[in-house]
């Protein structure tokens, strides 16, 4: 799995972050924490000599920890789609990879819901999970601590409403990964995983649904990839990137469950 953040300490064994990160991301669909596994207690001090503070080994960084790509094994991807744009357009793309078998997850823009009140209910109606993706989608990397934070829990909130959790994850708007203070304030509002992604598919340049197949082509076992739920050459990309995944033996799951231990 590729980490930002903390990575494994020498007493941390890269399946158990594996199975530490995948415990926060299942949490923090329904609004809980994780602080991973504890190192095992130190030995019986020598008499006469001085004691040794007690300290834990965590599995993830209690600033927050970001994922772009898991090492499970299995032949599984994600899909991610960022959730903005025409409804009915987004109903359409999401109708279609619930028929064709694909489960996704949609890190949604806060005014996107707010504006489409279906929007989160079609989501999760269709078998997808939702998550953060910043209130109205601005440069956040470049926002101070309190504007950030607003972007990010404003964005929880409305998702809460709709659905009565905060979502499983949070991306930050305009950019691949997060900065340190983000996945802190990511963490705190209640996603201890910030989800980047490996494969770019650059679908919201609108290059043609050649284009977009092509770059997701590729994505293999284990990749998060990054696409948009507002863009008709998406929709029209969609079954030739299934067909291609179906042709591979691989199969798109959410991010949640992309993480999940085997």
């Known amino acids: 799995m590729r980490w930002r953040g903390a990575e494994p300490s020498a007493?941390?064994?890269?399946?158990?972050?594996?199975?530490?990160?995948a415990a926060a991301a299942l949490l923090a669909a329904t609004g809980g924490c994780s602080t991973g596994p504890t190192a095992s207690p130190p030995p019986s001090p020598v008499p006469g000599a001085p004691s040794a503070p007690r300290t834990t080994t965590p599995?993830?960084?209690p600033a927050g920890t970001e994922v772009a790509h898991a090492g499970t094994g299995r032949p599984e991807l994600a899909l991610t789609f960022h959730g903005a744009g025409e409804i009915d357009l987004a109903r359409r793309v999401l109708t279609l990879l619930h028929d064709r078998g694909a489960a996704v997850t949609v890190l949604a823009v806060g005014t996107w819901l707010a504006d489409s009140p279906d929007a989160a209910r079609i989501v999760t109606g269709l078998g997808h999970e939702i998550g953060n993706h910043t209130w109205s989608h601005g440069d956040?990397?470049?926002l101070g601590e309190a504007a950030a934070r607003v972007e990010i829990e404003r964005c929880r909130d409305v998702i809460a409403a709709a659905t009565g959790g905060p979502g499983a994850f949070f991306r930050p708007s305009q950019a691949q990964h997060a900065t340190p203070l983000l996945r802190r304030l990511a963490a705190d509002a209640g996603y201890p995983v910030t989800l980047s992604y490996d494969v770019d598919s650059r679908d919201f340049t609108d290059p043609g649904p050649a284009a977009v197949a092509a770059r997701v082509r590729t994505a293999g076992p284990g990749s998060v990839v990054s696409m948009h739920l507002g863009h008709p050459g998406t929709l029209a990309a969609l079954p030739a990137v299934l067909d291609d995944l179906d042709a591979r033996g691989l199969r798109a799951?959410?991010?949640t469950r992309l993480l999940a231990p085997a």
């Open 11 to 21: 007493g941390t064994t890269r399946r158990e972050v594996l199975r530490a990160a």
């Open 59 to 61: 599995a993830l960084d």
């Open 140 to 142: 956040v990397d470049g």
């Open 253 to 255: 799951v959410t991010a």
